[in-house]
């Protein structure tokens, strides 16, 4: 069951691999479907714009027919029977009974002219007249209407454009309807010309449009085509290579100018993790195989018991100054994880800067040594405080290390404006100033004297600056060759 779930899986994986579309595809979709609704608003606008002129210019020849008939009519004209189409042009309802009772073909008289049609309704809807060249046939009566109203109708086989005028007496009341139609059989057929044009042009139009686009964004994506066939190259032999720059300053150069940058950051991390690599196991193999030549001299033949103890504290110091590296290691490991993040809280950092000096008394004694401290007796300020106590345990073991004997240790503690200023100043030997941009990375040694000799791994500085980052304490550092040298901790004051 399990195998064929995972090949359902992967079998849909790869359909909806397949089925989905280009870059270039889809920029012409998008393009086209837009430009089809609009097309198709377009082309609806168009023909109904055109229908409305057309059929307002028939309307406008209905109301002058019908304005000419009633103006023809003689004032005080009784009733509607004696309502007059034309002047010699009319029939009776009575009067075409025995028409209606001929046979026709419903062809109209007047079909192959431009003649009008005329129909006068009782407001019943009775025929009262009609109009010779209808030839029998009647025009389309709509009862219940009050006002003027155009419509399209048909007079037997022919196609009208037809007006209903009411017809009002002295009392106002509508005593029938004047019906009038001309015919529109040529403008029909335009009209239908028109929306055939329309309706076959426009699949031709969309089709056209969606090749030519889907050639456009393909030359128009040519240069991305490149960026991704030269980022395919790149890998970690070669990451010293870049992407070429395109000729024009657009979007296209930002991105490759951006993934260069990238390529840069990447390159570099790399180096620097290639040798923290190379230089923490340099820095474990020197004690092993110290270690390991040590106990091979001692099981080659009896020595002395002093001479013993001698070897065994010697690498018991070697151990204990790689245990120092590994915990520095992983301690920095931790420290550069995302979940590791500072308790800050209220301290009094000059309590800290006392305790941190008294844990150090030990081994400024054994170089002969001595720390002052100058400062007001309580300073609060927000930081984690163990962070705090590793921060000066590692600068002050550094000044001791490389302070020669009977030379001092000066720390200061003093205020400024929005801010609080630590100092940590050595008569050491100090450091070149072409140096100094480089003292925080890991392993870093300034020349061959900071070794191993000193007892130093070249991570505590480095431990220092991720320390003072989580909690936004500034760091600098200055130092002249055989001067000594000054770090500095500037703390926000809150």
């Known amino acids: 069951m399990k195998k064929n779930s995972g090949f359902v899986r992967e079998h849909a994986g790869s359909v909806q691999e397949k089925l989905s579309l280009s870059l270039r595809s889809r920029i012409a979709l998008y393009y086209t ?17 055109v229908e409305r002129v057309v059929y307002s210019h028939f309307d406008d020849e209905l109301d002058r027919e019908v304005s000419e008939i009633i103006r023809a009519q003689p004032p005080g004209t009784p009733g509607l029977r004696h309502f007059n189409l034309s002047d010699d042009d009319h029939r009776t309802d009575e009067a075409d009974d025995h028409e209606h009772r001929k046979p026709h073909d419903g062809k109209v008289k007047g079909e192959d002219d431009d003649e009008e049609f005329l129909q006068l309704v009782g407001s019943e809807g009775k025929i009262i007249a009609r109009s010779a060249n209808l030839a029998g046939n009647t025009l389309a009566f709509q009862s219940g209407r009050k006002e003027k109203r155009y419509h399209l109708a048909a007079a037997g086989r022919i196609a009208v454009r037809q007006v209903q005028v009411p017809l009002t007496g002295t009392d106002g009341k509508i005593e029938g309807y004047l019906l009038a139609a001309v015919p529109v059989r040529d403008a029909v057929t335009i009209l239908g010309d028109l929306k055939q044009v329309l309706l076959v042009s426009y699949p031709a139009i969309i089709l056209t449009l969606f090749i030519l686009t889907r050639v456009i964004a393909g030359r128009s994506i040519r240069p991305v085509e490149e960026v991704i066939a030269a980022a395919e190259k790149i890998t970690r ?22 993934i260069n940058s990238l390529l840069e950051r990447l390159q570099d ?28 001299v001692l099981v080659r033949k009896p020595r002395e018991r002093e001479h013993y103890e001698e070897r065994i504290l010697f690498c018991l110091k070697e151990l204990d100054r790689m245990t120092r590296l590994i915990d520095q290691l992983l301690m920095l490991t931790r420290f550069e994880s995302s979940g590791m993040t500072a308790l800050m809280e209220p301290v009094d950092i000059a309590l800290h800067i006392r305790e941190a000096i008294a844990r150090m008394h030990s081994d400024a004694g054994r170089k ?20 705090l106590d590793m921060i000066f345990e590692n600068i002050l073991s550094n000044a001791l290390k490389y302070s020669p004997p009977e030379s001092t240790v000066a720390v200061t503690l003093s205020g400024g404006s929005g801010s609080l200023l630590c100092t940590f100043a050595d008569n050491g030997m100090g450091i070149p100033e072409e140096k100094l941009s480089r003292i925080f990375e890991r392993f870093y040694r300034v020349d061959e004297s900071r070794s191993s000799g000193t007892g130093g791994s070249g991570l505590g ?9 989580l909690q936004h304490i500034t760091v600098s550092v200055r130092s002249r060759t055989d001067c000594g040298t000054m770090v500095e901790l500037r703390f926000p004051v809150t």
């Not at 000729?247 to 100018?257: G, K, P, Q, T, Y």
């Not at 001595?370 to 405080?385: K, L, N, R, T, Y």
């Open 269 to 296: 991390a790399f180096q620097r993790e290639k040798q923290f690599t190379s230089d923490a196991s340099h820095e474990l193999k020197t004690p092993l195989a110290s270690l390991k030549g040590t106990l091979e």
């Open 461 to 469: 500085l480095a431990i220092v600056k991720k320390l003072a980052d």
């Open 237 to 258: 032999e070669n990451l010293d290579s870049r992407i070429p720059l395109p000729r024009n300053h657009d979007e296209l150069r930002r991105l490759s100018v951006t």
């Open 33 to 49: 479907i837009a430009t089809a609704i609009l097309l198709a608003l377009v082309f609806t606008l168009v023909f109904f714009t």
């Open 368 to 387: 002969n040594i001595p720390i002052s401290f100058e400062g007001p007796q309580s300073c609060m300020v927000s930081a984690d405080p163990a962070m």
